[in-house]
């Protein structure tokens, strides 16, 4: 069984401010990983994705993630946020072949002026 | 090139009555997931759908189950409604193959009172 945990709730950042949601799983076989953001009424949308290779991945909207297997990490970057960004991300992981998406709790970025 | 739609938007519906939500997958797209967002919570698996079998299923009781057509589009059902269920239904289409991107759609906004 796989599992994710997104260590924080919620995270505070002024605008064009640095920001990093942290992200950890555990699984008995190879994963995939993917951040996933939802803004208010909506479906997610994907940011980033690692499959495999490089272990930096880069997505939309200036995101970025390092996977980190000795640590089970995926922690999502951005070096300036925009008040834009504000909204509900989520980490996720699958074993692949299209199968099923577990996903964290979900961390709300809360971007001020 | 149409994405994963949902429909209907929003639905209210009264302890113990059935509901059906339905969801086109993104055009090529031939697998089907449904998943339960409660509020304040990650989306959880329900089950999924490829060729008109249900493939996977997560940890949801009997009273949830699903269809697919051969258009690929897909139907899931709740019986006997409990307060519970009220969740936000999203719906994500994959191809069984790499690069294992699931799409989702905007979701179905289910109030149960």
């Known amino acids: 069984a796989q599992s994710v945990t997104q260590l924080d709730s919620q995270v505070p950042v002024f605008e064009e401010a640095p920001v990093e949601l942290r992200c950890n799983y555990s699984?008995?076989?190879?994963?995939?990983l993917f951040w996933y953001v939802q803004y208010p009424n909506q479906g997610l949308q994907l940011l980033l994705k690692y499959l495999s290779g490089s272990t930096l991945v880069k997505g939309i909207n200036g995101f970025e993630a390092e996977f980190n297997k000795s640590q089970t990490s995926f922690h999502l970057r951005k070096p300036s946020v925009h008040i834009s960004d504000t909204a509900e991300y989520f980490c996720?992981?699958?074993?692949?072949?299209?199968?099923?998406?577990?996903f964290g709790t979900g961390t709300q970025l809360k971007v001020e002026l | 090139d149409a994405g994963v739609t949902q429909s209907p938007t929003h639905l209210i519906k009264t302890r113990g009555q059935q509901v059906t939500l339905r969801c086109s997958p993104k055009s090529g797209h031939d697998t089907v997931s449904w998943y339960q967002q409660a509020l304040g919570q990650g989306p959880q698996f329900i089950f999924q759908?490829?060729?008109?079998?249900?493939?996977q299923r997560g940890n949801f009781p009997d009273r949830f189950s699903g269809h697919q057509f051969p258009n690929y589009s897909s139907e899931l059902n709740v019986n006997a409604l409990l307060l519970g269920d009220s969740a936000l239904y999203l719906c994500a289409s994959t191809l069984t193959s790499y690069p294992y991107e699931q799409y989702f759609g905007p979701g179905t906004r289910l109030t149960v009172t």
């Open positions: 996720a992981a699958t074993t692949g072949g299209g199968n099923k998406l577990t």
């Open positions: 699984s008995s076989v190879s994963v995939y």
């Open positions: 759908y490829y060729e008109e079998e249900e493939r």
